[in-house]
């Protein structure tokens, strides 16, 4: 069977098929997924952003510590949404930390 064989479109998806996982990968960073084996703890800052002119609350970005730095996660438009969730991380073993940025 040879190159000619296929389609255009065939021999594009192929090509494609062989390039994936190819390109350079940032710094692995633990999702957690329910089952048995509980992963290992996390360190995670939680960065709420203020106003610089009247203080008041914009959002807060969800950092986590890797091997290279840290690590946006996820940012949490309601303020009552990332304290929830900052408790759900400490319930499950990791440290939490709470700064505050000035924009």
Same mark, same amino acid.
């Given at each position: 069977?040879?190159?000619? #064989? &296929? @389609? #255009?479109?065939?021999?594009?998806?192929?090509?494609?098929?062989?390039?994936?996982? @190819?390109? *350079?990968?940032?710094?692995?960073?633990?999702? *957690?997924?329910?089952?048995?084996?509980?992963?290992?703890?996390?360190?995670? *800052? &939680?960065?709420?952003h203020?106003?610089?002119?009247?203080?008041?609350?914009? %959002?807060?970005? +969800?950092?986590?510590?890797?091997?290279s730095?840290?690590?946006?996660?996820? @940012? &949490?438009?309601?303020?009552?949404?990332?304290? *929830?969730?900052?408790?759900?991380?400490?319930?499950?073993?990791?440290?939490?930390? %709470? %700064?505050?940025?000035e +924009?």
């Amino acid at each position: 069977m040879s190159d000619d #064989d &296929f @389609t #255009d479109e065939q021999q594009r998806k192929m090509a494609a098929k062989l390039l994936m996982g @190819t390109k *350079r990968q940032g710094p692995k960073v633990e999702v *957690r997924r329910s089952g048995n084996k509980k992963p290992e703890p996390v360190e995670l *800052r &939680f960065i709420n952003h203020l106003d610089s002119f009247d203080g008041e609350w914009l %959002w807060c970005e +969800v950092q986590q510590k890797a091997s290279s730095g840290w690590i946006k996660v996820e @940012t &949490f438009e309601d303020k009552k949404a990332a304290e *929830r969730a900052a408790e759900k991380y400490q319930r499950l073993g990791d440290k939490v930390s %709470w %700064w505050k940025k000035e +924009v």
